[in-house]
């Protein structure tokens, strides 16, 4: 993965500060904090056109509604092969395709066969891309968008357009869009095998989610985050969980056992950062189906994600290896 990303990690509207916008250069592109945008960076995404359109080695943008969204199909892709999803979820004020491509997600997409559906939230009042994901983040107008259900039909129009294996989808989002995968993994378990929540948390009343069946649960976070704390906190005075009650919460709906059965070899997460800064630890004793619920803590590292290569293979590794096992 090209190093070197551009942050303006911090945006400032009114008198909230939120995280957002990305600039990336990466793979020899810009791609701009522009609302509304998806494909991959340096393509074309004006045409609108229908899933099984979008050939392989290619990225267009599918029509659903009033709110397409950006999908890519991988190189290799064949119809016959039942092909893994993940669907990418962009942070406050970010586009998708800005989000994945820090991430790395188009050529990993590629190189390990998956199909990558980019939706994009809708804007709020001051023009910023959100998702409506808990009380605390982030529509902070009260606008009451249904993005769980919009993204649940995400999922379901790439599957009806192309073989789609329905026990490895899989979501990843940053910040707002990490409060987005817990709140869709609560909402659609029995769409989502496993989610990863970079910088997001769970909804602060534990009874707002209520999985239909367990999911597997990563959650990524700097340990030194000042704008989704580690240690909990609000926006726009509504509280949000801290990392270890979002991960206890999973825990418990998965009813794995409370003392972690693996803590993995520590790895090197954050290109800024000393290597192998980030601790993994897992809990699986007990889990029902099969599953897991693991917390990679990124030791000294903020709010904006800085992946290394290594980074981008081990979420990828880790999705892959959490296929629902239950219908």
Not at 24 to 41: D, H, I, Q, Y
Not at 86 to 94: N, S, T
Not at 246 to 273: F, H, I, K, M, Y
Not at 292 to 299: F, G, S, Y
Request: proline share 5%.
């Amino acid at each position: 993965m090209t190093k070197g990303p551009v942050w303006n990690s911090t945006v400032l509207v009114g008198h909230r500060v939120v995280v957002g916008c990305v600039a990336v250069v990466a793979m020899g592109s810009l791609a701009a904090c522009t609302p509304g945008t998806s494909g991959e960076p340096g393509a074309s995404s004006e045409s609108r056109v229908q899933p099984e359109a979008v050939k392989p080695g290619g990225t267009g943008s599918v029509e659903l509604g009033d709110r397409p969204f950006g999908l890519r199909v991988p190189r290799l892709y064949e119809a016959a092969d039942a092909t893994p999803l993940v669907v990418m979820l962009h942070g406050y004020g970010d586009a998708t395709d800005g989000a994945a491509s820090l991430l790395g997600l188009f050529a990993a997409s590629d190189e390990r066969g998956f199909l990558l559906a980019l939706p994009e939230g809708t804007q709020d009042a001051d023009g910023q891309q959100f998702w409506n994901a808990t009380d605390a983040c982030c529509d902070f107008y009260g606008t009451d968008v249904d993005d769980s259900g919009y993204l649940s039909q995400v999922i379901d129009t790439v599957a009806d357009g192309y073989a789609v294996d329905p026990r490895r989808v899989f979501v990843i989002g940053f910040s707002n869009g990490g409060f987005m995968a817990h709140r869709l993994a609560c909402d659609h378990a029995d769409q989502v095998a496993a989610i990863v929540s970079i910088a997001g948390a769970q909804h602060a009343d534990s009874a707002a989610c209520d999985p239909s069946r367990a999911v597997s649960v990563l959650q990524v976070h700097g340990s030194a985050d000042q704008n989704v704390r580690f240690a909990g906190g609000s926006l726009e005075g509504h509280p949000y969980p801290s990392v270890a009650r979002t991960v206890r919460d999973w825990r418990e709906l998965d009813q794995c056992s409370d003392r972690p059965g693996v803590t993995g070899a520590r790895l090197d997460a954050n290109a800024s950062l000393p290597r192998r800064e980030t601790a993994r630890t897992s809990w699986s004793t007990g889990c029902v189906d099969g599953t897991e619920v693991a917390l990679w803590t990124v030791e000294g590292g903020g709010h904006e994600p800085e992946p290394t290569s290594a980074f981008v293979d081990a979420v990828v590794d880790w999705l892959y290896a959490h296929a629902a096992t239950a219908e």
